[in-house]
């Protein structure tokens, strides 16, 4: 890697194990900057945060900036590419978070046609684990947690970071309630190609 990167990702830290563990193999050459995941409950509090970060980060770096956020990340309607349009950056072509880890430009449609399956990898898992809590403290029961799942067959398992065992325990301790269906071996390769094509055309775009 080189000793000062050219692109920067602003990225959900969702993707945050997966993003620095390929910048630490030396497979990705970005500098790394992370949303906190807890904000996606709410779009509003996403986007105001995200754009403070995005503003801080292109007064600041010289480079270019890709975002790490999918396409329904703001909502239904594009309002994330409008918002990587509106500051000129490139983002990934994926819809949300799990469209990356899969291999990205819509993939996650076709992996759960009806919309019954939750795809669960490691910045997943430690969200819904978050959220119980914080729903539980807010006064939420644990049926009515548990009926919000009420229609998902299970979870399917993504193994990116090779920490299957670990992933399987945390959803144990997670409190979801939903059977593991299956864990897919994914590893690091459809995030780094995803990020890798979005930073080609960034820099492309002279």
């Known amino acids: 890697?080189?000793?000062?990167?050219?692109?920067?990702?602003?990225?959900?830290?969702?993707?945050?194990?997966?993003?620095?563990?390929?910048?630490?193999?030396?497979?990705l050459d970005a500098e790394l900057v992370f949303v906190s995941k807890y904000f996606r409950v709410d779009y509003e509090t996403l986007e105001k945060n995200l754009r403070k970060v995005l503003e801080a980060t292109l007064k600041r770096f010289s480079g270019k900036?890709?975002?790490?956020?999918?396409?329904?990340?703001?909502?239904?309607?594009?309002?994330?590419?409008?918002?990587?349009?509106?500051?000129?950056?490139?983002?990934?072509?994926?819809?949300?978070?799990?469209?990356?880890?899969?291999?990205g430009g819509g993939k996650f449609f076709e992996a759960d046609p009806e919309h019954n399956l939750m795809?669960?990898?490691?910045?997943m898992i430690a969200f819904f684990k978050y959220m119980k809590q914080k729903m539980l403290q807010d006064g939420v029961d644990e049926a009515s947690f548990a009926g919000m799942f009420s229609g998902i067959k299970g979870i399917v398992l993504l193994d990116t970071c090779d920490n299957a065992k670990e992933c399987?325990?945390?959803?144990?301790?997670?409190?979801?309630?939903?059977?593991?269906l299956e864990a897919r071996e994914v590893g690091l390769e459809n995030v780094r190609q995803v990020v890798f094509d979005a930073i080609q055309r960034a820099t492309s775009n002279k």
């Open 168 to 180: 399987r325990e945390e959803l144990e301790k997670s409190g979801l309630g939903l059977p593991i």
């Open 65 to 103: 900036v890709v975002l790490i956020y999918g396409d329904l990340c703001l909502g239904p309607d594009g309002e994330m590419k409008k918002l990587a349009d509106g500051y000129g950056i490139v983002k990934v072509d994926a819809a949300n978070c799990v469209d990356c880890q899969i291999g």
């Open 119 to 123: 795809f669960m990898g490691p910045g």
């Open 1 to 27: 890697m080189s000793g000062k990167s050219k692109v920067c990702l602003v990225s959900c830290s969702v993707l945050k194990d997966e993003l620095q563990r390929l910048v630490k193999d030396g497979r």
